[in-house]
């Protein structure tokens, strides 16, 4: 039973990244910057895993610098509360 939770947790987790991914690209785009300009996988793997509520939080991720929360932090925390709630 420990071992089915532990897997839908990294599902759900997986299923953030790829929001946070599919928000980049869109992000990046508009910007008309590479992807990992926006912000790389290893932040997206860290925000999806911690889940972070508020812009505050956001700033306590290795990789989430100052800049990228004022420019992009509402629409992370967008995508965080459109996915499913971490188990």
């Given at each position: ?21 599919a ?65």
């Amino acid at each position: 039973a420990k071992a089915a939770k532990k897997a839908v947790a990294v599902t759900a987790a997986a299923d953030v990244v790829e929001a946070l991914k599919a928000w980049r690209l869109g992000e990046a785009k508009k910007r008309k910057v590479p992807a990992f300009r926006v912000m790389t996988d290893a932040a997206l793997t860290a925000i999806a895993g911690t889940r972070p509520r508020s812009k505050e939080e956001l700033l306590g991720i290795v990789g989430v610098g100052a800049r990228q929360v004022e420019k992009y932090g509402a629409a992370i925390l967008g995508v965080l509360g459109k996915a499913a709630p971490a188990r």
